[in-house]
């Protein structure tokens, strides 16, 4: 072999000898990259297995407050149903309605609905169900309350826009817009519209976010502009309290660092919120008699909070896969479970059974479960 020949063949096995030394080095070291915010978000890992409970489509379900029953709507029946969780049965719960309703608020105790819907006159007046009414125009906007016990219909304002009920479905809150005539407030009524009065004027982000804190007050978002015409996107947000018999209101968060927020049962002196903390999105508490932030160490692009067994739950969905985080509040100690096989899932249709410790969702607008105990929350 000639000199020549020598080199070149050395270059070759010491580049041969290179190229197994790095792939070796960054195969391991790859091993070592975090690749999400596992480790600071959890404490411990579980997996968990997602039960699929019926084979029918449920649409705007609900928990019943003993949590034996879901409520729901099927759009191939138009009818109210209620689901026994132990035998699988279904009952239907109203007449064929003739509706495609767009969305339902249930009052807590799963005897009332308000929907939303388009008013189609043809098919109303053709089948003369409980929401016929000759003052409604074709494609009105049509909100109404149903009485699924005495199976009676009350017409509501078209103009509302959001709704929650009172902890004992006595009363409801919305917020009202009528920007031709310039109103905009916040309004408390009996569930079928009587009896309302207003709480508070408001520059409000229509869709945002109003609820009771309590029976004696209710939270809810307004913009920091009056003007609407002067309302912008990057305009900030205000979270605000108001107390229901004196319509005394108070700032309690700037919504530009308050995304979401939730208040614990029978506590309504603390919120849990998620905020924008260094470019990401942070949980924290605040307490609202003493004003001061609590910071939960927690990061993570969220979707659902709510409280659990006496605990912070929060859900993060993506195509992937679905992780269930759990914060002790007292402790700070964190839980992070996983669903055994990734679903599309409607983030609008969780429900939480707070007695049984069990999560409820919709995947394809079938129903499933999680069931969560103590030793892996």
Excluded: C
Aim: hydrophobic fraction near 40%.
């Amino acid at each position: 072999m000639s000199k020549k020949n020598k080199i070149l063949l050395a270059i070759i096995i010491g580049s041969f000898a290179i190229a197994i030394i790095l792939v070796y080095f960054f195969s391991n070291n790859k091993k070592n990259i975090p690749t999400d915010n596992t480790d600071q978000n959890s404490d411990k890992q579980s997996t968990l297995s997602v039960e699929k409970i019926a084979d029918q489509i449920m649409l705007f379900p609900a928990i019943s407050p003993d949590g034996e029953k879901l409520f729901y709507f099927s759009d191939a029946n138009s009818q109210f149903f209620s689901f026994n969780l132990k035998t699988k049965e279904s009952i239907a719960l109203s007449e064929r309605l003739e509706i495609l309703p767009e969305q339902i608020w249930w009052s807590p105790q799963r005897d009332k609905v308000i929907v939303r819907f388009t008013y189609n006159k043809a098919v109303a007046e053709k089948f003369e169900g409980p929401f016929a009414d000759l003052n409604m125009a074709d494609n009105d906007n049509a909100v109404w309350l149903y009485d699924l016990l005495n199976k009676k219909a009350s017409r509501l304002s078209s103009n509302i826009e959001n709704i929650a009920w009172s902890p004992d479905g006595s009363k409801i809150i919305y917020h009202y817009v009528d920007f031709e005539n310039n109103f905009d407030n916040i309004a408390i009524a009996n569930p079928d519209g009587s009896s309302w009065r207003k709480l508070a004027d408001v520059s409000y982000p229509l869709g945002a976010k109003l609820g009771f804190i309590s029976s004696e007050k209710v939270f809810y978002y307004q913009y920091t502009g009056s003007e609407k015409e002067e309302i912008a996107p990057t305009q900030k947000t205000e979270i605000m309290i108001a107390d229901i018999e004196t319509n005394k209101t108070e700032k309690i968060l700037d919504a530009e660092s308050a995304t979401g927020i939730v208040f614990p049962n029978n506590n309504n002196s603390l919120a849990i919120y998620e905020r924008i903390k260094d470019d990401s999105f942070s949980l924290g508490i605040f307490d609202l008699e003493k004003k001061e932030v609590k910071d939960l160490d927690f990061y993570a692009d969220l979707d659902r909070i709510t409280i659990l067994n006496s605990k912070l739950i929060a859900i993060s969905i993506d195509n992937e896969k679905n992780i269930i985080h759990s914060i002790d509040l007292k402790t700070g100690a964190k839980n992070q479970i996983m669903t055994n096989k990734p679903l599309p899932l409607s983030v609008d249709d969780w429900l939480f059974d707070q007695e049984q410790g069990i999560v409820y969702f919709t995947s394809g607008y079938y129903p499933y479960r999680i069931n969560l105990t103590k030793d892996n929350l």
